[in-house]
C-alpha cells in the first residue's frame, strides 16, 4: 500500500512543514454541483447506494480529481453512516435532507443503540478507503472523516435535519445526563470508526461539527469540544510511517479557538466568517488552518473569484500551516468551471507567500 | 401622548442607568407561538393584513402584554415593509417564508426602485404606532424597527429567504458597486422610516441585521454595518423630551463587536452563541448588551428555563446594562407556559444583580 506519495503537500501544510504553495482541496468537492457525480448518482440509484458500494464511491470521489488539480482526494461518505449502522432507518430522499426513521428520543432508545465493529458494521466505508488508496496509487492523500458526536446526535434525536433542534435541545437543557449518554456511545463508535479508516489507508482525518456553532459557548465546550477532544485524543496519529494529521471543524466556531486549539488536533477548519489573519494571532503556531473562502464566492464569475482567492491567501499571509479550502461545502448549484478557477487561482497566486 | 412612563426600566437599561432589576422583553413576543394571535391572523385573513392594517397590527402588538409582566411592547411589522412599499410584490404564504414577485436584479432595477416617504407609503405602520401608544397608555415603552440595509437587500435580490444567498453574494462579489447602490437606497428609506416611527411615537429602535452573520469579515465592515452606522448617525435621537435609544443586532455578529460598538448606537443585541460576560468586558461600558437565552431553551421544562436564565443573568454578572431577552426569536413551536417561566425568572432572579 505505502509507495511514497508523489504530493504530500496537504500533509505537510497540515503538520505546518514547507511547501512550495499552498494546498488546496473542497469541502464537497465530490458532490451535486459536477455533472459526472449526478450521473453516476442516476446510475447508483441513490445517494446512500454511493456511499454503501465501494465502487461507486471510489468512482465518485476519483471524479474531482480527474477534473481539477486538487492537493487531496477526500473518502465520499456521509456523517451519518454511524446511526446507518446503527439501525436507525436512514434515508435520503432526493431534494430533502437526510431522515431517520428510528430516532433516539429516550434514556432507553440510547441504551438500546448497538455498539459497532467498524470492520463489520461498516466494511463498507473500509472497503472504500481500500479500493481508493489502489486506485489514487500515491498521486496524492485520501482524508477519511466523521460527524462530531454532537452533529451527529442531533440527526439522531430530531430524526433528521433541523432549524431550531428543538428535540436535542429539549434534551440538552431538560436531561443532559441522557444527551451525554448518547455522546459518549458516539465518542467510543466514531473513535473507533475513524481509526478504522487510518488503518484501511486513510491519511488524515477531519472531524466535522457542522452543528457546534449553534450551541451557547459552555453548551459547545461540554456536549461538542470536549467529545471531538476525546477523539482526537484518541486517535492512531500514526500509522505507515507516517504523521496522520487531524482536523477538525466547528462551522460557526471562531469565537472558540482557544478551547478548540487545545482539543490537541494538528489543524482547525474555519468558516469564512472569521478572519484567517486575527486567526493566525490567536493560535500562536500551536495549529495549522485551513479555509474559508466563502462557498457563495463560486457564483461570482472567476474574475472576482481570483479576486476573493487573493484575498483568502493575504489574510492568512507569508508562511506555512495554511491550506486552502471553502469555508463549508460547495454549494450543488455552482459552476464546475468556477470550482476551477478558485483551484487555479490558489496554484497561481499562493508561491509569493512560500518563498 | 406623553404621559409619563409608568415602567421605564427598559430606556433606562438601554441607556446604562441603575434600575432594580433587568428589563425583559422577547423577540417576536407578539407571534406564532400565542393562541391570541394566531386567532387574530385567521380573523385577519393573512400575515400581511396583520402587519397592514393598524387594528390588527395594535392587537397582536398588546397580546403579550397581556399574558406576561413584560417591560417593552414592540411593534408588530416586518422588516420587509419597505420593500413591500416599493412595489416588489411581497407575499407571505402560510409555512413558507415571504417571497417577492418582483425582485431586483440589476442596475436597472435597482435605479428604478421608488423614493418613499413613510408618511405615505408607510403610513399604516405610523398609525398603529400612533394607536398602539395610545392603547398602552404610558405603561411599557414601544421599541420600532427595520431590518438593516444588507439584510433586507438579500430578500430583494432573492426574491425571498435564502440558505446560501447565491444571487446576493454574486451581486456583493460580482458587481459590488450595483449593490452598494442598493445599499444606499434602503439606508435613506431605512432612516427616513425610522425617524418617522420616532415621530409617530415609538420610544426606541432596534435594527435587525438577521443575516450580517453569513458574510465575511470584511464584507461585513462594508456591506453591512457600515449603512447601519450611518442609519444610527441619522436618528432622531431625543424625542418628546427623552432620549430615543437605538438598539444593533447581528445575529452571528459576536466576532465584530469592537466595530459594532464603533456604530454609535446604545445597545448591541447578542445571540447565545456569545458570552455575556466576555462581551461585556469587549465593549467596556461603552453600550448596553440585550440577550441572549437560547431560544430553544424553551423547548425545556421550566425548571431547567430557570437555571438557563439564572445562568445568563450570573453570565453578564452585577451592575447595569443588561436588557434580557432571547438570542433570536422565539420559536412558534414554544409552549407559551415555557416564555411565562423564562420571563418570571428573570423577575426574580435579576434583582440581586442591581443591589
Known amino acids: 500500500m505505502s509507495a511514497a506519495l508523489e504530493n504530500d503537500l496537504l500533509l505537510r501544510a497540515l503538520l505546518r512543514e514547507p511547501t512550495p504553495r499552498t494546498p488546496v482541496w473542497m469541502m464537497r468537492q465530490a458532490g451535486r454541483y459536477l455533472p459526472e457525480y449526478r450521473a453516476t448518482r442516476a446510475r447508483a440509484g441513490s445517494f446512500l447506494a454511493l456511499c454503501t458500494q465501494p465502487d461507486y464511491a471510489c468512482e465518485v470521489t476519483l ?5 481539477y488539480p486538487l492537493d487531496a482526494a477526500i473518502l465520499f461518505s456521509d456523517i451519518l453512516t454511524i446511526p446507518h449502522a446503527m439501525q436507525l432507518g436512514l434515508e435520503f430522499e432526493t431534494g430533502a435532507g437526510p431522515t431517520l426513521a428510528r430516532p433516539v428520543r429516550s434514556g432507553r432508545d440510547i441504551d438500546a443503540l448497538p455498539t459497532l465493529d467498524p470492520e463489520r458494521e461498516l466494511r463498507y466505508v473500509l472497503d ?6 489502489r ?14 458526536p454532537w452533529t451527529v446526535a442531533t440527526y439522531m434525536v430530531e430524526g433528521g435535519s433541523s432549524r431550531t433542534f428543538a428535540r ?5 437543557y431538560g436531561a443532559p445526563a441522557d444527551l451525554h ?39 459547545y465546550l461540554d456536549f461538542s469540544l470536549a467529545y471531538m477532544a476525546r477523539i482526537v485524543d484518541g486517535l492512531v496519529r500514526e500509522h505507515d510511517g507516517r504523521r496522520v494529521p487531524a482536523i477538525l471543524f466547528t ?21 469564512w466568517t472569521t478572519d484567517l489573519g486575527t ?11 485551513q479555509g474559508n473562502l466563502d462557498p457563495s464566492v463560486l457564483y461570482a464569475p472567476p474574475a472576482a473569484i481570483r479576486a476573493q482567492v487573493a484575498r483568502v491567501l493575504a489574510s492568512y499571509g507569508p508562511g506555512h500551516g495554511h491550506v486552502f479550502n471553502l469555508g463549508h461545502g460547495i454549494h450543488p448549484d455552482v459552476n464546475p468551471e468556477h470550482a476551477g478557477a478558485m483551484i487555479a487561482a490558489v496554484h497561481e497566486l499562493s508561491p509569493p507567500y512560500h518563498a
Open 181 to 219: 449518554r448518547l455522546l459518549e456511545r458516539l465518542t467510543r463508535a466514531t473513535m473507533d470508526y475513524l481509526n478504522a479508516q487510518i488503518l484501511a489507508g486513510v491519511q488524515a482525518v477531519m472531524l466535522f461539527d457542522t452543528w457546534g456553532g449553534a450551541l451557547a459557548p459552555r453548551d
Open 168 to 172: 436535542s435541545k429539549a434534551l440538552l
Open 251 to 271: 462551522k460557526g466556531g471562531g469565537q472558540w479557538l482557544e478551547p478548540l486549539v487545545r482539543a490537541g488536533a494538528d489543524a482547525l477548519g474555519l468558516d
Open 128 to 133: 472504500a478507503v481500500r479500493l481508493i488508496r
Open 135 to 148: 486506485e489514487l496509487g500515491g498521486r496524492v492523500p485520501l482524508i477519511g472523516f466523521a460527524g462530531s
Open 63 to 67: 471524479q474531482p480529481l480527474a477534473r
Open 279 to 289: 486567526a493566525r494571532l490567536a493560535v500562536r503556531e500551536r495549529v495549522a488552518l
